[in-house]
Structure formats: C-alpha cells, structure tokens
C-alpha cells in the first residue's frame, strides 16, 4: 500500500484527509513541516499533501527544502490552500508543486487528484528506471574497455566500487564528513566511481601494459589520463545534458591522484581542494594497486599495504579517512576475498 503524508497545522484538515484516502493509502498525518522532516529521515512517502500557511515553515519554504534533497525532490507535492489565488499557484507550480487543492476539500476530488498524480508519478518512475538500467549498461561498457585494455589491473574497477561503497557507509554511519555526504545516493555516487579510469582509453597500450616501472616521460603520458576522463566526460554531458551522475563521475576521474599535501596531479591540489570523491577513491585506488600483482610488480603483502596506506596519512591522504580505512580494512580485506 502506497504512503502519502498529509502536513497540515489544523487538525481539522487532517482528520478530514485522513477519512477521506485511509481506505486507499496508509496516511500519516503531520502538524508541523519540521515533523514532516525529521519523519522522512525513516520513511520515505509516495506523495505529500502540504499546507501553504503554517507557523515555522511554510509550504513554500518546506517544497524548497524538499527540492533540494537528492533523496526527496523527485516526491510528488500536492499543495492545500484555503485561498485561490493565481500567483500564489503560478509560484508553487515553478517551483515544483504537482498540484493544488482547494480547503474544504471535497473526499472524491481529493482521492480522485493523488490517484491521477500517483499514476503519472509511477510512469516516471518506471521511465527513470529504464534510463538507469541502460546509463548503468554504459557504464559497464566503458569500465570493460578500461579493463579490457589494461591488462593488469584484473577487476579493479568491481574491487574499487566495493571499496568505496564499504567506506562511504561507514563514514554515513560514523558522521564523517556528514554534512557534505548527507545528500549522496550511495549506490549513483558508486556507480559514478567506475568511470574513474575513464581517461586511460586515450593512452597507449604499450604504456598501460609496460612489463616494467615507466620511464619519466611516459610516466608525464600516463598521467593524463585524469584530465583525458575529465574531457570525455565532459563530451558526455555536452550531448546528453546529464549532470549530477556524471559531474561525479568526472570529479572522481579528475582528481582521484592528488595527494593531501598538494603533490598530486594533475591539478596540485591540496587538503580539502580535493573534492571528498576524489579523497576516498585515493585510498581505495592506491590500496587495490598496493595488494594485486601489476605489470610492473608483484603485489605488497597485505600488512605492509595497511602500512603504507596509514603512514601516508596527512601526505598522500586525508588523514581522518586514511584512520578510518584503517579501522575498517578487514572489511575491505573480506570483500578482496571473493575476487
């Protein structure tokens, strides 16, 4: 049965919604915007019924807030309003609203309004995923022709997006670095990591593939490879339009080999210059290629990899993630395993 949140400061209007949809839809009625929000930390609506004039946050200001969250903006709004006024819907349409409902609201016309907007709403969905499920089969393309060229990384990209996944939970769980993550989707910000070698398409096999340590110029060639992900992701997004997935996707491409005390590449960036994407697929990135066998070396025992990852904390790596790696490896150690 399908969830719809009604938020209204009259207990009249709620008790009226509730009669009118509790045979069709579980209700859960709200008086306030801020118990809406602290209610959908745990659950998640099908759709909101909301009032426009409430104390605190209004409807307006709660249809802002839900917009601007990765995990709500796509629920569908239907405004109440005890007044009919044309800029006010002209306003609430602009700014996302599905629909508005004029109180007292007639029960038919109320059920009969989120039956219509729900259906819509399940079209889009089903749409959206279709889009998902043939953006995630490009992705696994690309990632196979990164892997397919480089012949000795041996399912990095599946290792790595583990990894990342492993450590992003757990910084979720711990609240490290809460504020810049609490909007990601932790499975489009995973997805997005596969694409962080991107850029090596452009480099030559005999480079990739080299039986030995690179000599300094080609070692400046392969370095390219991050601006080269950057340029063919940015090629990308100028013909689909599509941002959030792969802005991400280009910000993990372009930055995952600067290092914490500005001596990366390509860019020279330093602490928290780096993007927090870039910052942790450095550990997973550098972990993975200290622990397998690579063209040019045998892989590092699996103490002496921890080691390295964890004295290369303030230099190479953000140090709170570089400690919270190191809480965690046995983790990561578990899921190496299964390769």
């Not at 239907?78 to 007292?104: C, Y």
């Not at 990384?153 to 490290?176: A, C, L, N, Q, V």
């Amino acid at each position: 049965m399908k969830t719809i949140f009604v938020v209204d400061d009259s207990d009249t209007n709620l008790s009226m919604a509730e009669a009118a949809i509790e045979e069709h839809y579980q209700v859960m009625t709200m008086s306030s915007a801020s118990k809406m929000f602290s209610i959908l930390e745990k659950i998640t609506p099908d759709l909101i019924l909301l009032d426009i004039e409430m104390p605190e946050m209004n409807g307006f200001e709660a249809l802002s807030k839900l917009k601007s969250h990765s995990l709500w903006k796509y629920i569908p709004v239907m405004f109440l309003t005890g007044r009919n006024n044309e800029e006010i819907e002209a306003r609430g349409f602009e700014e996302g609203a599905v629909d508005f409902v004029t109180k007292p609201f007639s029960a038919p016309v109320l059920l009969n309004r989120i039956k219509t907007h729900l259906n819509i709403d399940e079209i889009i969905r089903e749409r959206t995923a279709r889009l998902r499920k043939l953006q995630n089969g490009i992705i696994e393309v690309l990632a196979d022709m990164v892997e397919n060229r480089d012949l000795g990384t041996g399912r990095h990209i599946e290792r790595t997006s583990i990894y990342i996944k492993i450590i992003i939970d757990e910084m979720k769980e711990r609240g490290i670095y809460a504020e810049e993550i609490k909007n990601w989707n932790v499975d489009r910000m995973v997805s997005s990591a596969r694409m962080h070698d991107l850029g090596k398409i452009s480099i030559s096999d005999t480079i990739i593939n080299k039986p030995g340590k690179l000599s300094e110029e080609e070692f400046e060639i392969m370095k390219k490879h991050a601006i080269e992900g950057e340029r063919i992701i940015d090629k990308i997004i100028a013909r689909t339009g599509e941002e959030e997935f792969l802005r991400n996707a280009k910000i993990f491409a372009g930055t995952h080999h600067e290092r914490w005390d500005g001596t990366g590449y390509p860019c020279g960036l330093k602490e928290k210059e780096i993007p927090l994407q870039g910052r942790i697929m450095a550990i997973v990135d550098v972990y993975d290629a200290l622990v397998t066998d690579r063209p040019y070396k045998k892989a590092f025992p699996e103490d002496e990899s921890i080691k390295i990852i964890v004295q290369g904390a303030g230099t190479h790596f953000d140090p709170l993630l570089a400690k919270l790696f190191h809480e965690i490896v046995g983790t990561m150690k578990g899921a190496k395993a299964g390769f």
